[in-house]
């Protein structure tokens, strides 16, 4: 289905999107909110909302540690909300998560550290970046330019979504290892273990209730459904079950005032006055820094979008990519102004919600089950951003302020694990290192075309997948992790 897209969008400037909105947006609106009058909508819209909101939660705290509190936790439920409402009401395609993701703390944080100690402010330094992007963003859906995604295959799709899930298993170690060094050995070891449980639990639950013969299909379904934001509320509760507990000191989410901006030195109406304290040429400094942000959002986006409509999802409506794109790049634009980080495609959380969409059906005979459709819909992606923004209110704000970071190592490990388990580099690897008799005999299933490739050339094929994820994974060891 996602080679739809660029069928007919050649070389007429708004081609694509006038295409996307004709073949995609028009004719599917009114099925697209009919659609979500279904149970499925029910279990992935919570799934969706804490998997998008507490990574980014984590994402806060690296931009609050490495900006000087410029952003903190309104600013990212403000970008969340927005990216779950704007694409959940707006896009071509609601699949696509959208919202706060690591490489855009990390541009955000990093342009912080090379333009703060310049004297150039901030905040209008951001939103001239964001507005550059926003520009790029228009150009580059107007003129067709998202069909050079075309050129990306499985394989940089594999390799990607290898990266981000260990980048996702790295983010929770770093996590607890903070606790070490500021909370003190006992919170580091107390948040360890919470962690652990954790993500113990919840990958269980995932495992129980997709992989296990026990019980009936449709209590297995509940576990795999409801598994992982149970986890999440137990163990937010467990660090007050009393005992020894109360003699540790768990990190807590910092928050400030509800619907206002973390940073003292913003005025409170949230607009950006990018016009005060920047100089002309520090407008076009902003230009490159603009282009790389442009440069990022092209790749992540359009990969989460091509992954939550992989072909091993049988989805039966057309895919929408250039004015997926141009939207994005509005609300790029539109976080710059309101001085919050841009939002943009999320892995795994775009292809996590595909998957809680699918309706499977048991085969007793063959014991396995098989997906049988998806519900797409735009009515999860639409309230889960609107969960997001009650979340500013000031009750619910203080809840979030009660979970420890500890959770958050754990959340992060259980959604990279479980979707480690459906990576395809991964399923090779498996398979190579598979006794070979029991494959033959039937106990653990692979594709079929596995038996019909080359050995040498499938292993060599694996092994090139290994180099560009450790070449990926290096970057973002260097400064040029920027992008």
Known sequence: MWLVWCTDARLYTGRGIYNDIKIRLIPYYYSDLKDGIDYRVIPATIYVFFTNLLPAIAFAQDMFDHTNNSYGLNEILMSSSMGGIVFGLFAGQPLCIVGVTGPISIFNYTVYELIVPRGIPYFPFMCWICLWSCLLHILIAFGNLVNFMRVITKYSCDVFGLFINIVYIQKGIQILSNQFSKEGVTSGFASLTVAMSMGLFGCACSFFGTKSFYIKPVIRKFFADYGTPLCVVFFTGFIHFGGYLDDVNFARLPITKSFHPTSKDRPDDWFIRFWEGVSVGDVFLALPFGILMTALFYFDHNISSLICQGSEFPLTKPASFHYDFLLLGI??????????????????????????????????????????????????????????????????????????????????????ITALNENEIINRLRYLLTDKNSINNGILQYPEYYDKLNKKWFILFVIFELIAFGFEFGITLTKGAIN
């Not at 595909?354 to 819909?377: A, P, S, W």
Request: proline fraction near 7%; charged fraction near 10%.
């Open 331 to 416: 609300t790029t634009g539109v976080s710059g102004l309101i001085g919050i980080p841009a939002p943009n495609g999320l892995i795994p959380q775009a292809p996590l919600h595909t998957q809680c969409l699918c309706v499977h059906e048991h085969d007793y005979k063959t014991g396995k089950d098989k997906i049988i459709r998806v519900v797409e819909q735009r009515i999860t992606n639409t309230v889960q951003g609107l969960m997001t923004l009650g979340l500013m209110s000031r009750p619910l704000l203080i809840v979030l302020g009660q979970i420890p970071q500890a959770v958050l190592s754990g959340l992060f490990w259980i959604m990279a």
